[in-house]
């Protein structure tokens, strides 16, 4: 079976505010469940994500946590709008800079591997 290189993708956890830990999981799959709960196509994500990071990222950080948790058989977290309000309890900008970081696609993350934390 030939290995194909999948540049999009990520792993990452995250800490809310008030100390769950989460497990994150971008990835084509993880992008796709994200459009399709904000109903937008692949190619209007990016400008979506321009002008509303605020809005997009507790999607795709919930969409990340699903997509974990399906891989993984663990019980599937369903309240977006709770998971949002965790959202709103974590630093913003450390939030970008992981997600960035777990994607790494300008270095070519070839084999999804954890970016080393940075501080």
């Given at each position: 079976m030939?290995?194909?290189?999948?540049?999009?993708?990520?792993?990452?956890?995250?800490?809310?505010?008030v100390?769950?830990?989460?497990?994150?999981l971008?990835?084509?799959?993880a992008?796709?469940?994200?459009?399709?709960?904000?109903?937008v196509e692949?190619?209007?994500?990016?400008?979506?994500?321009d002008?509303?990071?605020?809005?997009?990222?507790?999607?795709?950080?919930?969409?990340g946590?699903?997509?974990?948790?399906?891989?993984?058989?663990?019980?599937?977290?369903d309240?977006?709008?709770h998971?949002?309000?965790?959202?709103?309890?974590?630093?913003?900008?450390?939030?970008?800079?992981?997600i960035?970081?777990?994607?790494?696609?300008?270095?070519?993350?070839?084999?999804?591997?954890?970016?080393?934390?940075?501080?």
């Amino acid at each position: 079976m030939k290995k194909i290189n999948n540049t999009l993708r990520g792993e990452i956890q995250i800490e809310d505010g008030v100390g769950n830990t989460w497990n994150v999981l971008l990835n084509t799959n993880a992008l796709r469940m994200t459009c399709e709960s904000l109903s937008v196509e692949l190619g209007e994500f990016l400008e979506t994500f321009d002008k509303n990071a605020v809005s997009v990222i507790p999607h795709l950080l919930f969409n990340g946590v699903r997509n974990y948790q399906i891989l993984h058989r663990e019980d599937l977290i369903d309240d977006f709008d709770h998971f949002a309000a965790l959202c709103g309890t974590m630093e913003f900008t450390e939030i970008v800079d992981q997600i960035g970081n777990a994607l790494i696609l300008d270095s070519g993350n070839v084999d999804g591997v954890k970016a080393p934390k940075t501080k």
